[in-house]
Every structure is written in structure tokens, then in C-alpha cells.
């Protein structure tokens, strides 16, 4: 019997579709099959409270810094794995629970800013510690950069109010001088972020998304003009870009920006998705762009865990091979890093590892070579972490299928993952009826063959595979079904 391929992962779609399955689980989506999910490795200490917003910010030398923000607090990561507190004057800060820092880098500044505080600015060569941004900005919830000027939106006295700062200047504020202005959205609801463009940006509302585009002639510096009528973002950080493609959760689904957006998850992952997240938390969905792996990810809050600091659930989507997986993996926040790099000597002075044997990472890891993209998150001990660990338990089911041949009853007595994969555990599930319920038989250990020795009998079947945590293995095609294990029963 040819290679039985695990589906793509496609929960909303029939039971019986041959390309659908409702568990791929821990894993990430390959041209041909599935990798593994690395967990995240801790890599810095812990910061003081729990991780509210970060940034990962590219200095004149080509150095890379990180900051973090708390409910109180503002963080530098920089050199080393020891936070160091760069809270400003206005300093504890006031932020909300179920708020965040919003952050951007305009050329040499670091801007930070939440809707309860006054905005932070700091300099990366001459700052010890941020600033209240001179120039007085109003407070405003999220920041952004719109080619040349710095923008916010959502401002605490106007949600649907948008403004920027004079070109080429952070610290400029006086409406109607040097570019300064704002405008009020007429419909829309509340302003949910944006994303700047070499023209301008793409201010997010909460049903639709507009197109700012610079005009130096005009009065009020800009046109503003609906780009997309039938929708916006409902979760302001669920907005995330890589290059060109903008991606965001509507309130049906995932989409990909364009005119109409592309919906990505219709047919496959929306309707499961919006069965599990908890709406009560929907401002904790929260998406970055892996850029090794081409998958955009989102962490979120099911119903059935997570609390109010941490989520426990990830979703993604491969943007080049348009394909879903999912993770279960508690996070407080994710970010696209780059990583320091370091020498061997400095992994001991530095990081502390004076047995290579006890790293957590393999020393083959892009962690180590500094510069070099990679996926991290906030654990919930507030700790920084790379997505560079063991490999996390994976799950993989087949679609339903009926081996036995249509309107025949099918006896499996065993099944062979295709891959390098040893020490994994398998299962068979039947129904006697088609689209009927299936029931799980017991679970098997792969044997020395990499035969997994399950039995059962029934008219339909689906065929699951669990690769424990910590196993070594790079790569699974699907599973293969020995002829000499597949018997025919009877016709009804």
C-alpha cells in the first residue's frame, strides 16, 4: 500500500476529506510533510513582572538590542542575559491590566507608548534611560511609522482619532507645522493599529482598514481613503507583517490584506478557532512572523486554559505552502528575534554554561551565531526563550479513510511512519458506519521494524501517530500500511 499522507490541517472541513485532518499537533508544515516544533529554551532572566510588549531594535553599528515592557516597567536586553531597568521619569507606569506596550524604532529612537501613560522615547546612542517624549504627544495606544513621520492612534481622549509628528522629527507635535496633523475616522469603530508602507500606512479599525497615503501638496499632508469595506482587525496584535503580506484576525476569520482580503482560514481552521478561543480574552491574541520557517503565528487564550497573564495556545500559518498546524505552549508574549551570538568562552562567562553537556540548545543552533533571524517567546517565569529546545510532543492523524474497501469491513493489525522517526506510539480509531463516531483503540509502541503493532477492526478508520517529547527526528512523510496488514471483512 502506497504512503498514507497526514492531511494538511483542516479541522472545519468533512470527516472524510482525503486532504483534511483535525490533529496536527506541536509540528510545523514541511513541502512534503512535518517537522518538529522545537520548545522554547530560556535564554535570559526573568523579567520582574510579566512581559506586556518587546521590541527588537537594530542600532548604527549593527548591533541588535531588545526592550521589554511590564505593567510598571521598561527593559533593555543588550550584551547579555541580565535585564536592566530603563524606566523613564514617569516611571511606575500606569498600564491596565488586558493592555500592552506598543513600540517602534524611528531611525536612532526607540518609541513606546500605552494609552495610560505619557509616551517614551529613547535614544540608542546617547540614552541610559527613556524619556517622556518631548513635543507633549497626546497618550494613544499603539505606535507606528508612516514614512517619515511617527504615527498613533486609538488617543485617550478620541479612539478613532489618528495623528502624526512632524517629518522627520519624534519630538515635533504642534498641530499644523512641519507635517503635524490628525484626523478623526467617520466609521470604522475604534482605530486597532497600523502598519507603515514606504507611502504611508494602513490604519486598522475595528471593521474596516484604510490606506494613508502621503500627498505634500495638500493641506493636511495625506489622503485617507477605504481600502478594505468589509472588515478590519478585532484584535488589534493580531495584525503581523513579513515583507509585503500583512496579516490579521477578522471577526470570521484569519485574512491576508488586499482588495477584498485573501481569507485564509475559511473552510479549514475559522470556525474551530473561534470555538476555542475565550472572547473574553480576545485582546491576548497576539501574532509575530517566524521568518526561518515562513509561518505567521498566533498566540491565544482557549477556554479551557490559559489566565489573564498567559495564553496557552499557538495557531500558525505557512504563507508559502498555505498550510495550518497548531501548538499547545504557554506564553505570555512572542517576538521575531535576531539572535547576539557568541563564542564558546563567552557561553561560560556570559550565559553561564560551563557543561555543554547541560545546554538545553545544541550548539548547532542559529542561536549561537549572532544576526541570524529566529522565533522566540516570554515564558510565564517572565523569561525570554527561543523556539531552539527540545522537540515538543507532536500529534498527527490521517483523515478518515476506509481501508477495508468501500462498503467492507477493514482489519489493520499495524502501521510504519514514514520518516526518521523511532520511539513513537500509534493508534487506530474505527467506526461502523461511515462519518459515524469513531472510538479509539489502545495505544502501541513503535517496534524495532518501526512497525507500531495496533489492532482493530472496522468499516471506516483514521490512523494516529504521537512522537514523544525530547525524541530526535527532523522529518515525517506519513504513514505506510504493510499490504499483509490489511485484511478485508465482509460487504454490507
Known amino acids: 500500500m502506497p504512503t498514507l499522507p497526514f492531511a494538511q490541517y483542516a479541522p472545519d472541513r468533512a470527516a472524510l476529506d482525503p486532504a483534511a485532518s483535525d490533529a496536527i499537533k506541536n509540528v510545523i508544515p514541511t513541502s512534503n510533510g ?30 541588535f538590542n531588545l526592550f521589554a515592557g511590564t505593567l510598571t516597567g521598561l527593559y533593555q536586553l543588550s550584551g547579555s542575559t541580565a535585564w536592566t531597568d530603563v524606566s523613564g521619569p514617569s516611571a ?39 524619556a517622556d517624549t518631548a513635543g507633549s504627544p497626546p497618550q494613544a495606544r499603539y ?59 494602513f490604519v486598522f479599525s475595528q471593521t474596516n482598514i484604510r490606506q494613508l497615503v502621503n500627498q505634500p501638496g495638500l493641506e493636511i499632508g495625506f489622503t485617507l481613503a477605504v481600502y478594505e469595506t468589509a472588515r478590519g482587525a478585532v484584535a488589534s496584535n493580531s495584525i503581523v507583517r513579513a515583507g509585503q503580506t500583512i496579516a490579521f484576525l477578522c471577526e470570521d476569520g484569519f485574512y491576508i490584506l488586499g482588495q477584498p482580503s485573501t481569507p485564509i482560514g475559511a473552510e479549514r481552521v475559522d470556525r474551530t478557532f473561534l470555538a476555542d478561543i ?33 495564553t496557552d495556545k499557538l495557531i500558525g500559518y505557512n504563507w508559502m505552502l498555505d498550510r495550518w498546524t497548531y501548538a499547545e505552549v504557554n506564553l505570555e508574549w512572542l517576538i521575531s528575534m535576531a539572535t547576539v551570538g557568541y563564542t564558546l568562552e563567552e557561553l561560560d562567562t556570559v550565559l553561564g554554561f560551563t557543561n555543554i553537556d547541560t545546554m538545553t540548545t545544541s550548539l548547532d543552533s542559529r542561536i549561537w551565531k549572532g544576526g541570524r533571524p529566529a522565533f522566540a517567546g516570554f515564558d510565564t517565569d517572565h523569561k525570554l526563550g527561543f523556539f531552539e529546545g527540545d522537540a515538543m510532543e507532536a500529534l498527527l492523524e490521517t483523515s478518515t479513510m476506509l481501508l477495508g474497501g468501500e462498503g467492507r469491513r477493514g482489519y489493520v493489525s499495524g502501521f510504519r511512519p ?3 522517526v523511532s520511539g513513537a506510539y500509534g493508534q487506530i480509531a474505527t467506526a461502523e458506519t461511515i462519518g459515524g463516531a469513531l472510538a479509539w483503540g489502545s495505544e502501541a509502541a513503535q517496534g524495532t521494524t518501526g512497525l507500531v503493532p495496533v489492532r482493530a477492526s472496522g468499516r471506516a478508520q483514521r490512523l494516529r501517530l504521537r512522537i514523544p517529547a525530547a525524541t530526535s527526528w527532523s522529518d515525517i512523510l506519513g504513514l505506510e500500511v504493510p499490504p499483509e496488514s490489511v485484511k478485508q471483512a465482509g460487504r454490507r
Open 418 to 420: 514514514v520518516g526518521d
Open 92 to 130: 511606575p507606569y500606569n498600564l491596565a491590566v488586558g493592555y500592552t506596550w506598543s513600540f517602534v524604532q524611528f531611525g536612532p529612537y526607540v518609541i513606546a507608548t500605552n494609552i495610560s501613560d505619557p509616551q517614551q522615547i529613547f535614544n540608542l546612542a546617547s540614552s541610559t534611560d527613556f
Open 34 to 63: 512535518y517537522a518538529p516544533l522545537l520548545s522554547p529554551s530560556p535564554y535570559s532572566e526573568a523579567l520582574s513582572d510579566v512581559c506586556r510588549g518587546a521590541i527588537l531594535v537594530v542600532k548604527a553599528d549593527g548591533t
Open 278 to 310: 475565550d472572547l473574553d480574552y480576545l485582546d491576548q491574541v497576539q501574532g509575530v512572523s517566524d521568518p526561518v520557517r515562513k509561518m505567521f503565528w498566533w498566540r491565544y487564550k482557549s477556554i479551557s486554559g490559559g489566565t489573564d497573564n498567559y
Open 143 to 201: 505606535v507606528w511609522t508612516e514614512s517619515g513621520y511617527v504615527g498613533i492612534g486609538q488617543l485617550v481622549d478620541n479612539e478613532r482619532r489618528i495623528m502624526r509628528s512632524g517629518l522627520e522629527d519624534a519630538e515635533f507635535w504642534t498641530v499644523g507645522q512641519k507635517g503635524c496633523t490628525y484626523q478623526d475616522l467617520p466609521d470604522g469603530g475604534w482605530v486597532q493599529g497600523a502598519v507603515g508602507s514606504e507611502t504611508g500606512a
